[in-house]
């Protein structure tokens, strides 16, 4: 009998067709990455700020004093026994000093480092430091290898006994830069060495994982060089951050819609001799689905354009183009290739046409007639459970200082440990303040008047513009140092006249950490509701989702609370990072209600046969396990991130693996499944469902 589908997406139908595909997309694909991709550098932080923060403005009447372009590097001595610094100690460092500036002024391209001021010794003499200026220009790339210069240096010359910490803002740079340098090849290669091995956990065949693996793969490296060639059109910084978790995203999602599409193949094949015909019945049944997940996805990074923060407006540029590229790439280029390769592919569980089906849906049957028995009981008690595990965040903390954005301790953190233990703890970061020249004793006055700021000093200027450079009696990035901050800023605003700004390290985090709450505040609502307009077209109807809307918030909040815990007990992080929550919820967001739409468009189609119940229960069963092998992929797939040194990046792989599993293991396995038998017809208001008689599919 003649198939009555709807292909919209257009389908191979002989092998010919299909090895012509495939010969085509090598060709285009092959062609796109000939071309050398930009380099990709770590942009400074201030350049991520809005232009009306105070520390943009700081930066850029700072760039144009003379001697303005460097920034200070904090160089601290200490003897290996923790003794004092002998006389000879301190001679010794001080006939080397020349050596280190040299160090840093040869390194390619060459700059002018200098020497700011004297050795400062402590009164106990355990501790002392240089303070060497660091020229910026012409990147953080150049910094980083001057710093790595200078370190290498003070290895060759130190006094037998000493030992010395390079830390500073130029210090903090290099070292977070080499949580980058190769990053994405690591993070790349266990994300493949996961996916491999989930794939053949999967399929249970030595060759079929291979397939999808290689199709996603291709899609990854596709999106990431086509990302880095339309970047710097559109005004777009990649970082290594960003670029990072887009290829995480690429990987798991693409990998999630592989798996759908496949799993829905298999089936049509145990009912088709013909597996064109089957692959069309496949992809017309499972698209709708992977291209509402995927457009659900792909607006809601879309989104994360209008972010003020370059960084967020990076990533979300990244994302959204890797997602509609792996959904091409999956809805077109599978196909082929799995026609291409026969039934064969399946090898040795090969499906067979009027075969039963395996095992599947055996487990989830005993769970949906469980749910079905008992719909308002699961109901309430899996809503309770969310509920319950959502008070575990109650406590949580946010902000992690300079010296707390490591998993390890690098050398700059160490040097700025010891140097807090002998110095006021901002020796090493200095809070910049600008104002006009003719009111620098105004200005002067005023700033070491405010409570927190240990001295205040002079620096370069010009018959327009002068720095001031104040020392803070806190630690860099702690929120005793951003409460002094404010505090400046708010004396300086009183200097009639002055125009001053505040800026520096300590005030671009603070900036930093303002904007990104702006954002969320912006984002979050216009996330919640593109996902619920992609919904509402999908179901046609109100009520159910609404409910899936409230499921994924509640896994949510559940999955914060849990991580919280997590983060306290067993990695004993102080809190969590800037912007970690809202990247949290961003995808959990997005790619949770993936699961739902998985569930509930296939139960849509299932309803009209069996009617509500039946058929969420019969959808259940169908998808059960695919969803539930994605759920835990993507998860595994996001857990890759904790390998980088960074908190904040190990935090937000934390939350979306719990918070992916709640959303597969609970809420689409029983709470999703529970509120539909529950609610019956009324699930899907205003649509009317009527079922006809029941029929075995």
Same mark, same amino acid.
């Given at each position: 009998?003649?198939?009555?589908?709807?292909?919209?997406?257009?389908?191979?139908?002989?092998?010919?067709?299909?090895?012509?595909?495939? %010969?085509?997309?090598? &060709?285009? !694909?092959? $062609?796109?990455?000939?071309? #050398?991709?930009?380099? *990709? =550098?770590?942009? @400074?932080? /201030?350049?991520?700020?809005?232009?009306?923060?105070?520390?943009?403005?700081?930066?850029?009447?700072?760039?144009?004093?003379?001697?303005?372009?460097?920034?200070?590097?904090?160089?601290?001595?200490?003897?290996?026994?923790?003794?004092?610094?002998?006389?000879?100690?301190?001679?010794?460092?001080?006939?080397?000093?020349?050596?280190?500036?040299?160090?840093?002024?040869?390194?390619?391209?060459?700059?002018?480092?200098?020497?700011?001021?004297?050795?400062?010794?402590?009164?106990?003499?355990?501790?002392?430091?240089?303070?060497?200026?660091?020229?910026?220009?012409?990147?953080?790339?150049?910094?980083?290898?001057?710093?790595?210069?200078?370190?290498?240096?003070?290895? %060759?010359?130190?006094? &037998?006994? !000493?030992? $010395?910490?390079?830390?500073? #803002?130029?210090?903090? *740079? =290099?070292?977070? @830069?080499? /949580?980058?340098?190769?990053?994405?090849?690591?993070?790349?290669?266990?994300?493949?060495?996961?996916?491999?091995?989930?794939?053949?956990?999967?399929?249970?065949?030595?060759?079929?994982?291979?397939?999808?693996?290689?199709?996603?793969?291709?899609?990854?490296?596709?999106?990431?060089?086509?990302?880095?060639?339309?970047?710097?059109?559109?005004?777009?910084?990649?970082?290594?951050?960003?670029?990072?978790?887009?290829?995480?995203?690429?990987?798991?999602?693409?990998?999630?819609?592989?798996?759908?599409?496949?799993?829905?193949?298999?089936?049509?094949?145990?009912?088709?001799?013909?597996?064109?015909?089957?692959?069309?019945?496949?992809?017309?049944?499972?698209?709708?689905?992977?291209?509402?997940?995927?457009?659900?996805?792909?607006?809601?990074?879309?989104?994360?354009?209008?972010?003020?923060? @370059?960084?967020?407006?990076?990533?979300?540029?990244?994302?959204?183009?890797?997602?509609?590229?792996?959904?091409?790439?999956?809805?077109?280029?599978?196909?082929?290739?799995?026609?291409?390769?026969?039934?064969?592919?399946?090898?040795?569980?090969?499906?067979?046409?009027?075969?039963?089906?395996?095992?599947?849906?055996?487990?989830?049957?005993?769970?949906?007639?469980?749910?079905?028995?008992?719909?308002?009981?699961?109901?309430?008690?899996?809503?309770?459970?969310?509920?319950?595990?959502?008070?575990?965040?109650?406590?949580?903390?946010?902000?992690?200082?300079?010296?707390?954005?490591?998993?390890?301790?690098?050398?700059?953190?160490?040097?700025?440990?010891?140097?807090?233990?002998?110095?006021?703890?901002?020796?090493?970061?200095?809070?910049?303040?600008?104002?006009?020249?003719?009111?620098?004793?105004?200005?002067?006055?005023?700033?070491?008047?405010?409570?927190?700021?240990?001295?205040?000093?002079?620096?370069?200027?010009?018959?327009?513009?002068?720095?001031?450079?104040?020392?803070?009696?806190?630690?860099?990035?702690?929120?005793?140092?951003?409460?002094?901050?404010?505090?400046?800023?708010?004396?300086?605003?009183?200097?009639?006249?002055?125009?001053?700004?505040?800026?520096?390290?300590?005030?671009?985090?603070?900036?930093?950490?303002?904007?990104?709450?702006?954002?969320?505040?912006?984002?979050?609502?216009?996330?919640?509701?593109?996902?619920?307009?992609?919904?509402?077209?999908?179901?046609?109807?109100?009520?159910?989702?609404?409910?899936?809307?409230?499921?994924?918030?509640?896994?949510?909040?559940?999955?914060?609370?849990?991580?919280?815990?997590?983060?306290?007990?067993?990695?004993?992080?102080?809190?969590?990072?800037?912007?970690?929550?809202?990247?949290?919820?961003?995808?959990?967001?997005?790619?949770?209600?993936?699961?739902?739409?998985?569930?509930?468009?296939?139960?849509?189609?299932?309803?009209?046969?069996?009617?509500?119940?039946?058929?969420?229960?019969?959808?259940?069963?169908?998808?059960?396990?695919?969803?539930?092998?994605?759920?835990?992929?993507?998860?595994?797939?996001?857990?890759?991130?904790?390998?980088?040194?960074?908190?904040?990046?190990?935090?937000?792989?934390?939350?979306?693996?719990?918070?992916?599993?709640?959303?597969?293991?609970?809420?689409?396995?029983?709470?999703?499944?529970?509120?539909?038998?529950?609610?019956?017809?009324?699930?899907?208001?205003?649509?009317?469902?009527?079922?006809?008689?029941?029929?075995?599919?």
């Amino acid at each position: 009998m003649p198939s009555t589908e709807r292909h919209f997406i257009p389908t191979p139908r002989r092998t010919r067709g299909a090895l012509g595909f495939l %010969l085509l997309f090598v &060709v285009v !694909v092959g $062609a796109v990455m000939s071309f #050398a991709a930009p380099s *990709t =550098t770590q942009p @400074s932080a /201030v350049d991520g700020l809005p232009h009306s923060s105070q520390s943009w403005v700081a930066s850029q009447l700072q760039s144009s004093l003379p001697q303005s372009l460097s920034q200070p590097a904090i160089i601290v001595f200490v003897r290996s026994d923790y003794r004092a610094l002998s006389a000879s100690d301190v001679a010794a460092l001080n006939a080397r000093s020349a050596a280190m500036v040299r160090a840093v002024s040869d390194t390619a391209p060459r700059s002018a480092a200098s020497l700011l001021g004297a050795l400062q010794i402590s009164p106990s003499r355990e501790v002392a430091f240089f303070a060497l200026a660091v020229p910026t220009a012409p990147s953080n790339n150049a910094v980083s290898d001057r710093v790595v210069a200078l370190r290498k240096e003070l290895h %060759l010359v130190l006094p &037998v006994g !000493v030992v $010395a910490y390079v830390t500073g #803002a130029p210090a903090f *740079t =290099t070292d977070l @830069s080499k /949580v980058f340098n190769g990053a994405n090849t690591t993070l790349l290669l266990a994300t493949v060495l996961v996916v491999a091995l989930l794939l053949i956990i999967t399929y249970r065949s030595p060759l079929l994982w291979l397939v999808p693996l290689i199709v996603v793969g291709v899609a990854d490296q596709a999106s990431g060089q086509l990302a880095a060639h339309l970047a710097p059109h559109l005004g777009i910084r990649l970082d290594g951050s960003s670029t990072g978790i887009a290829e995480v995203l690429v990987f798991g999602a693409g990998t999630d819609y592989a798996l759908l599409l496949i799993a829905r193949y298999r089936d049509q094949l145990r009912h088709q001799a013909d597996r064109f015909a089957a692959m069309r019945v496949a992809v017309s049944r499972t698209g709708e689905a992977v291209l509402a997940s995927g457009t659900t996805v792909t607006i809601s990074l879309g989104l994360l354009m209008l972010a003020s923060m @370059s960084s967020t407006r990076a990533l979300g540029f990244a994302g959204a183009l890797g997602i509609v590229i792996a959904m091409a790439f999956v809805l077109l280029v599978l196909p082929a290739a799995l026609l291409a390769c026969g039934r064969g592919i399946f090898w040795p569980l090969v499906p067979r046409v009027g075969e039963t089906r395996h095992s599947d849906g055996r487990l989830f049957a005993r769970v949906g007639a469980f749910v079905e028995r008992r719909s308002t009981v699961v109901a309430v008690g899996g809503a309770v459970m969310l509920l319950a595990a959502s008070t575990l965040g109650l406590g949580l903390k946010v902000g992690l200082s300079t010296t707390q954005q490591f998993t390890a301790t690098p050398e700059s953190v160490t040097g700025q440990t010891i140097l807090a233990s002998a110095f006021p703890a901002g020796s090493s970061d200095p809070a910049i303040i600008m104002t006009r020249t003719d009111h620098v004793g105004a200005t002067l006055a005023a700033a070491r008047l405010v409570a927190g700021v240990t001295s205040v000093v002079a620096g370069p200027h010009d018959p327009t513009w002068s720095e001031l450079d104040a020392t803070l009696a806190a630690s860099p990035g702690s929120p005793a140092s951003f409460n002094t901050i404010d505090a400046l800023r708010s004396a300086l605003a009183h200097v009639g006249g002055a125009h001053a700004a505040v800026g520096g390290d300590v005030a671009v985090s603070l900036d930093a950490a303002r904007a990104s709450n702006n954002d969320t505040w912006l984002l979050v609502p216009l996330i919640l509701l593109v996902v619920m307009l992609v919904l509402i077209g999908l179901l046609r109807s109100l009520v159910a989702p609404l409910l899936l809307l409230a499921t994924v918030g509640l896994s949510y909040f559940a999955a914060l609370g849990i991580s919280w815990v997590i983060f306290q007990h067993v990695n004993h992080f102080p809190a969590l990072g800037t912007g970690t929550a809202f990247y949290g919820f961003l995808f959990l967001v997005a790619l949770g209600v993936d699961y739902n739409i998985f569930l509930t468009s296939r139960a849509k189609e299932e309803t009209v046969l069996r009617g509500t119940a039946q058929g969420m229960l019969a959808a259940l069963r169908s998808t059960g396990g695919v969803i539930t092998s994605a759920g835990i992929l993507l998860a595994s797939v996001f857990a890759v991130l904790g390998i980088l040194p960074l908190i904040q990046l190990t935090q937000i792989g934390i939350i979306v693996f719990v918070g992916v599993l709640l959303d597969t293991l609970l809420v689409r396995t029983v709470l999703v499944p529970a509120l539909a038998i529950w609610l019956g017809d009324r699930f899907w208001w205003p649509s009317r469902r009527e079922s006809s008689a029941p029929v075995e599919r």
